[in-house]
């Protein structure tokens, strides 16, 4: 956590900044905008798409304006085309998407009226006639007749401006309210019908819709406040007429009397009808796909095949229906998520469809609570994740959230009609995620770099580059560790530096200790430093090897045969040839950057390293290349290389003895006398130990014969003769002190 803790603070203060857009503290308006989109994605994806046949749209389009002219048609027309849908046709409701502000100018009744005043005083018998006549030219009282006659529900609009103008004549509000609910939007103006066409027809409603600011009619009142009281839509007006009227409630939040709208409710019983709104009394408009007559979601019938009677009787019978403009010129378009050019009257159909089949899905009011939750929860995850995770895993772990919020939401929308804020949590996953990534690859970047350059001139390259992939797992910190160390010194090299230049030296010093470097490195050794004409390596550590013991024994094998083939070279040139001494341990010991503030180094220090430093001197006392512990040995084991004994000693500055070895030969070619050689030295070191000096001289005189080179037979062979000189004392167990380092 510490290591991450950049990238747990960047992803905390993103979700700080998202938990404030939620709680409206500090807005972003893009997000919202990415909302508004996301919601007509999940509206597109899950429309019907299907023709609703319950309900007709009466069209006035361009076929019908030029025929009949130009709109507004005089009233005598409007009331023949509303007598022939309510009575011939039988419509459940009819629905005017339209407003008649003003007398009809085209009716000859005022005329007739005026001329019976001003020219023929008031005649009696022309007042008779015009009596007779009045009912034919009277077009807004025949509208008002047919309206009174039909199931009809006319409509108006609300408006707030600086004048707030007001004409025509309001219906009756809804009388079930007492106290308008908060949140509920309010006008103060309005256009509405002139009062006979208001007083005839049994209801009238609202067409306003809210568009947002992208222009985009996603919602629409399906009620609202003037002057202190709450009016119906024209969508409601019409449903309530087609189901006969259904007593109306509405539901408050949490079920209090004050509180704001939550739902409209039509009826009771099983037949009970719900439409939940939200706080301004709005509703969400179920669009069923593309708009128009061409758009396949409702059937859309020309008003001049109606009002020339091309429809059989009966045919729309039971529809709703409502009378709407699709021709251009008549402004009645609209942009909304599904489609720039929508009719009007089309928003007002999906709305009694969506009620009539209870397909309105609502933004509800803990909507922000909901979020604010839910980033809370995705934060949580992002902060304490993403940085702990490696690039793959990240960007795994950011996709599943990407899915899961999306399944998540359109669970919710689908389900249970629920429209849930999706825009800032997503947009947290994908800042988080880049924003990690950003700061991961710098900063990891970094970290690798720092360690390259802290390993390069200690490690292997590959173990670098194994190193980086994962640089949380290294440091430079003391740890205690069980490593194995060697300490590499050429023998006789400081008398043979007297006698030679020092341009000379230097390229032999430099020859030897490269080699044995490549060496080390290529058994992923690690250099500690070089002292003179010594080096010293360890395996272990930074990178963690199992087989340790085992890597710094081939290493050794490998630096003797290199030795070798330098000295064949040398002997090529008439030079003499060069020795080595390697000293091998395994144990504990402490690993880190050690030093002083003006220098440290990358090392080990304890009682192994000191001991194994010790047997690299015995390797002179021996003459033999390689001097490793019994430590070494049993934890290289598995490297099966063939070990012969050299002693038990006490080196200086250590009271517990040690058991040392040589290697002899490398795994799978010791000859069959060399193992008969060993096993002869087996049987003869008990002998020694155990102070059995004659058995052991005869038995050392054999190896002696069997191989005279070996310099170990002879330096038993002195050992065995001082021995019989001079008989030990009591306690003797065949160990050897050494006093000197």
Not at 95 to 120: I, K, N
Not at 433 to 453: D, H, I, P, T, W
Request: hydrophobic letters at 45%; glycine letters at 8%.
């Amino acid at each position: 956590m510490k290591r991450h803790r950049k990238r747990t603070l960047a992803t905390a203060v993103l979700v700080l900044l998202a938990i404030l857009h939620a709680s409206g503290v500090w807005s972003f308006a893009a997000l919202h905008r990415v909302d508004e989109a996301l919601y007509d994605l999940r509206l597109r994806l899950t429309m019907p798409q299907t023709l609703d046949e319950r309900i007709v749209i009466i069209d006035i389009d361009e076929r019908s304006l030029a025929r009949l002219g130009q709109w507004p048609w005089s009233r005598a027309r409007v009331a023949a085309l509303v007598r022939e849908l309510t009575q011939r046709q039988q419509v459940a409701a009819l629905g005017l998407d339209a407003v008649f502000a003003e007398l009809d100018g085209s009716s000859g009744l005022q005329h007739l009226e005026r001329l019976a005043r001003e020219e023929l005083h008031d005649n009696p018998a022309f007042g008779n006639w015009l009596a007779r006549a009045a009912p034919q030219l009277d077009y807004d009282g025949a509208l008002a007749s047919a309206l009174q006659q039909g199931p009809v529900a006319l409509g108006y609009y609300f408006s707030s401006d600086r004048d707030a103008r007001r004409s025509g004549t309001l219906p009756r509000p809804l009388a079930e309210v007492d106290a308008l609910p908060p949140g509920l939007l309010q006008w103060d103006g309005y256009g509405s019908n002139i009062a006979p066409l208001t007083a005839a027809a049994q209801r009238a409603g609202f067409f306003n819709s809210v568009a947002d600011p992208d222009g985009k009619v996603r919602a629409v009142p399906l009620v609202a406040a003037f002057d202190g009281r709450l009016y119906e839509s024209l969508s409601l007006a019409v449903l309530r007429l087609g189901l006969h009227n259904p007593p109306l409630r509405l539901e408050r939040v949490g079920g209090q009397p004050a509180g704001a709208l939550a739902a409209v409710t039509l009826g009771a019983g099983q037949k009970r009808l719900r439409v939940p709104i939200d706080a301004r009394g709005a509703v969400l408009v179920p669009y069923r796909g593309p708009g128009g007559p061409a758009g396949g979601s409702f059937r859309y019938v020309s008003a001049l095949d109606v009002l020339e009677g091309r429809l059989p009787a009966g045919e729309l019978k039971g529809r709703y229906t409502l009378l709407g403009f699709t021709a251009p010129g008549l402004m009645d378009l609209r942009a909304t998520p599904v489609g720039e050019g929508y009719p009007g009257v089309e928003v007002h159909a999906n709305l009694i469809s969506g009620m009539l089949d209870g397909r309105i899905a609502v933004r509800p009011d803990y909507a922000s609570g909901y979020e604010v939750a839910l980033l809370l929860a995705l934060g949580l995850v992002l902060a304490l994740g993403l940085p702990m995770l490696p690039v793959v895993a990240a960007l795994a772990l950011g996709g599943a959230l990407l899915v899961g919020l999306m399944a998540l939401d359109f669970s919710l929308y689908l389900g249970v009609g629920l429209v849930m804020p999706l825009a800032t949590a997503l947009a947290l996953t994908l800042t988080a995620l880049a924003v990690n990534m950003a700061l991961g690859y710098f900063v990891e970047s970094r970290a690798k770099r720092e360690l390259a350059q802290q390993f390069a001139t200690y490690v292997p390259p590959e173990l670098v580059r194994q190193m980086v992939r994962n640089p949380e797992r290294y440091g430079m910190q003391a740890r205690a560790e069980e490593l194995t160390v060697m300490f590499c010194d050429l023998r006789g090299f400081t008398s043979l530096s007297e006698t030679m230049e020092p341009l000379a030296l230097q390229a032999l010093l430099n020859d030897v200790l490269s080699r044995l470097t490549h060496v080390i490195r290529a058994h992923r050794g690690t250099i500690d430093k070089y002292m003179g004409d010594c080096v010293m390596a360890f395996w272990g550590a930074p990178v963690a090897q199992p087989d340790h013991a085992r890597l710094a024994v081939d290493a050794a094998v490998a630096m003797s045969a290199a030795m070798r083939q330098l000295n064949t070279e040398r002997a090529a040139r008439g030079e003499p040839a060069l020795a080595v001494g390697i000293g091998l341990n395994t144990g504990l010991m402490s690993v880190g950057n050690m030093g002083s503030d003006l220098r440290r180094a990358y090392t080990v220090v304890g009682d192994a390293v000191n001991l194994a430093s010790r047997l690299e001197s015995l390797s002179r006392v021996y003459q033999v290349d390689i001097v490793a512990s019994q430590a070494t040995v049993d934890h290289a084991a598995a490297g099966q290389h063939l070990w012969q004994e050299l002693d038990r000693v006490r080196v200086k500055g250590k009271h517990q003895a040690t058991t040392i070895h040589t290697v002899r030969a490398a795994p799978g070619q010791a000859s069959a006398a060399l193992q008969a050689e060993l096993a002869l030295w087996q049987a003869a070191l008990p002998l020694w130990r155990a102070g059995s000096f004659e058995e052991f001289r005869t038995k050392v005189n054999e190896l002696q014969q069997a191989n005279a080179n070996f310099f170990l037979y002879r330096l038993y062979a002195a050992r065995v003769a001082s021995q019989l000189q001079t008989p030990p004392g009591p306690g003797w167990d065949g160990t050897t002190d050494f006093d000197a380092k």
